[in-house]
């Protein structure tokens, strides 16, 4: 048998990169100091907040919220088996892997990801948002008073199309720059505004959103923080009275109008647009309208139905399992039916997701009014959009895992025990929106922000309210909740590592420093203003709609006396 030159050897083993062999170093670092740390003790003090560093950690410095979530899982393994090899592969099988293929919740939550991923991609391919985007736009103009309005007009349409694209954080950022971004050049738009408006809306947006790629997830994550303290309740019904208090993205949806009809670019953002709306009125060379634009009339119908199917199914689905009977309709009626309903939540969200593909699908391979006439083969455009989500689905399985580990090592428990007449329970919903804030930048992942704070959060404000407090309407309890999902949407809007910046510089023609750094200003005072006008007064028993309004009065007062103020 032939020897292998050692020359060759360490030839091969230079050219791995440096990068991939710190990253294997720190994790074997961070098992490692699990191993040491392991003790005998029943109940664990400072050792049950470690997997949740070890996954920040790895998630900072490998860039991969799967690989982060994960090592903490690993570690929260070791630590609840003391170490051993076996045992803890054993413990991380059979305790945290398989228990979320036995639950049908959950089970529930990865097929309606998946099927909502081939949904974005029926939707994109039937071409239908291309031509509801040239409806919205209409005809261009040349003159500089007629650029400053299409100006304004294109932007607003980026906000409006950023609302109607809500199921999907990603597809709504691709989605508006590229198709947008040939249009800014002529409307004197900069394409940073461009990507700073996508981005904006995207991530936002789907946060808010009711039914959504990242709704599964979200209650996923309300889920565990309750099944740490073994309590099952209704997620859906918490993330619904939890949205008042999601103040970062209500912010950045007001700054975003504000900074259109204001015409409020504060940063460096006032100088590309300065230069943007130069370049249009002087430039002799029209530019064309993107391809996609030439479609048959009537084509807008094909996003329209099929998103009105996806929004309206999940009601009328609710109705038809709670209710006795269908008729007579009323809207007591329905209340009732939609509570009664409250457990098959996954499975409706699963129903209605289906049912809009379905209607995506059709208007494909139909030959109906303005219809795709290519009819490209919607099975393998769906399977391309279900695989688009199985990373995002390989995390919120790492989450899971993570989630299992913290509540069984009692990490809430430990925190509150250590916070509890130190820090009042008035600034927490502050605490927890920069604790997120800050990991959400620092790592550039809003789903690992939720899956390593979450689980965290929700037992520790229990603790700390007392086990008196009504778990379903403490004020608290959802005042954490919109603080952990503010705090991880701050980090996907303006970290340099966040995929969402990442993807909405590049979809819009920019590059991402150039994005980072005009879209930084937006963000920073968003998170001020959240934090002073929303997550503080909230804490002191202000009502989450008054807290709203101030914050708007905030940003219009800011808007109005900044000294930069662009108006062209």
Not at 88 to 112: C, D, G, M, R
Not at 254 to 269: D, E, K, Q, T, Y
Not at 364 to 377: C, E, F, S, T
Not at 410 to 421: D, K, P
């Amino acid at each position: 048998m032939k020897l292998s030159d050692p020359n060759s050897i360490l030839q091969s083993f230079l050219k791995v990169p440096i990068g991939w062999l710190i990253q294997v170093m720190l994790i074997g670092l961070c098992l490692l100091i699990t191993f040491l740390m392991r003790t005998d003790a029943e109940v664990l003090t400072w050792q049950a907040l470690w997997p949740s560093a070890a996954a920040l950690i790895v998630v900072f410095s490998a860039r991969s919220a799967f690989l982060g979530l994960l090592v903490g899982a690993v570690s929260g393994a070791m630590l609840l088996t003391e170490g051993s090899p076996v045992t803890t592969l054993q413990y991380l099988f059979t305790e945290q892997f398989l228990p979320i293929f036995s639950s049908p919740w959950k089970i529930s939550a990865l097929v309606f990801t998946l099927i909502l991923g081939g949904f974005v991609a029926l939707l994109e391919a039937g071409g239908g948002l291309q031509a509801l985007l040239k409806l919205c736009l209409g005809a261009s103009s040349r003159t500089s008073q007629k650029i400053r309005a299409s100006s304004k007009r294109l932007q607003v349409t980026t906000i409006g199309f950023g609302l109607l694209v809500f199921f999907d954080g990603l597809a709504n950022t691709l989605l508006i720059g590229r198709l947008m971004r040939r249009c800014a050049d002529q409307s004197g738009v900069s394409r940073v505004k461009l990507a700073y408006l996508a981005d904006t809306t995207g991530s936002a947006v789907a946060c808010l959103a009711f039914i959504s790629t990242w709704i599964a997830f979200q209650l996923a994550m309300i889920r565990e923080g309750y099944m740490a303290m073994e309590m099952e309740v209704n997620a859906y019904a918490l993330f619904f009275q939890s949205l008042s208090m999601n103040f970062y993205c209500w912010f950045a949806l007001m700054l975003a109008l504000i900074s259109v009809f204001r015409n409020f670019n504060p940063g460096p953002m006032s100088g590309y647009e300065k230069q943007a709306h130069k370049r249009a009125f002087h430039t002799n060379d029209l530019v064309k309208e993107p391809a996609a634009f030439t479609i048959h009339k009537g084509a807008w119908l094909g996003a329209v139905v099929p998103i009105l199917v996806l929004t309206f199914s999940v009601p009328v689905v609710s109705y038809c399992i709670g209710a006795d009977s269908i008729w007579p309709l009323t809207l007591r009626k329905f209340a009732t039916a939609y509570q009664a309903a409250e457990s098959q939540v996954p499975n409706i969200l699963v129903a209605s997701s289906i049912l809009a593909s379905i209607a995506a699908a059709l208007w494909i391979v139909l030959p109906m009014p303005g219809a795709n006439q290519a009819r490209p083969k919607v099975l393998s455009i769906f399977l391309l959009g279900m695989g688009n989500l199985l990373r995002p689905l390989a995390i919120l399985i790492a989450a899971w895992m993570l989630g299992t580990a913290i509540s069984n090592l009692g990490a809430a428990t430990f925190l509150s025990s250590q916070l509890n007449g130190h820090v009042a329970i008035i600034y927490m919903p502050a605490i927890i929106f920069l604790a997120g804030a800050c990991i959400s930048f620092s790592t550039g992942t809003s789903w690992g922000t939720m899956a390593v704070l979450m689980p965290l959060s929700i037992p520790l404000i229990f603790a700390m309210t007392g086990e008196f407090s009504n778990v379903e309407r403490d004020p608290f309890i959802l005042a954490a909740i919109g603080a952990v999902f503010s705090g991880a949407v701050f980090g996907d809007h303006c970290s340099p590592f966040s995929d969402t910046t990442i993807i909405a510089s590049i979809a819009a023609g920019v590059e991402p420093l150039e994005h980072f750094r005009t879209q930084l200003p937006f963000a920073a005072l968003t998170g001020l203003v959240a934090v002073f006008a929303g997550f503080l007064p909230l804490g002191y028993g202000v009502p989450p709609l008054v807290c709203l309004l101030s914050g708007l009065a905030f940003l219009l007062l800011i808007a109005h006396f900044y000294p930069n103020n662009n108006a062209h």
